[in-house]
């Protein structure tokens, strides 16, 4: 079992930039893929960026430029640089853990984009 708890969160304006950190309880944290998900009011949710055990990456096409997930396997902790933010950034953000066929999620930390 895994545990992950979100922070960083909070309101930006348009342009601004973000840090979320997801912290994971448990051993074994480098055998996990990290990622993060995001969920929008009245949409589904969506992946964001995933990185391995080993630091191999995977963005959404749209936050490519932008966004940058890294990960210390030291602190049990997992990292979402986001920078330029905009508007339709605007969501509930997820972290994810996963190995095999178990996946467990953290609660989520609100990121709103706004002026």
């Known amino acids: 079992q895994v545990q992950l708890v979100e922070s960083g969160g909070g309101l930006v304006q348009p342009g601004g930039s973000l840090r979320l950190s997801c912290e994971a309880s448990?051993?074994?944290?480098?055998?996990?893929?990290m990622g993060w998900y995001r969920q929008a009011p009245g949409k589904q949710r969506e992946f964001v960026a995933d990185?391995?055990?080993?630091?191999?990456?995977n963005y959404l096409y749209s936050v490519k430029s932008r966004f940058t997930i890294s990960r210390d396997n030291a602190k049990n902790t997992v990292y979402l640089q986001m920078n330029s933010l905009k508007p339709e950034d605007t969501a509930v953000y997820y972290c994810?853990?996963?190995?095999?066929?178990?996946?467990?999620w953290g609660q989520g930390t609100q990121v709103t984009v706004s002026s």
């Open positions: 990185i391995s055990g080993v630091g191999s990456t």
């Open positions: 994810k853990a996963i190995r095999k066929v178990n996946a467990f």
């Open positions: 448990g051993s074994d944290f480098s055998t996990y893929v």
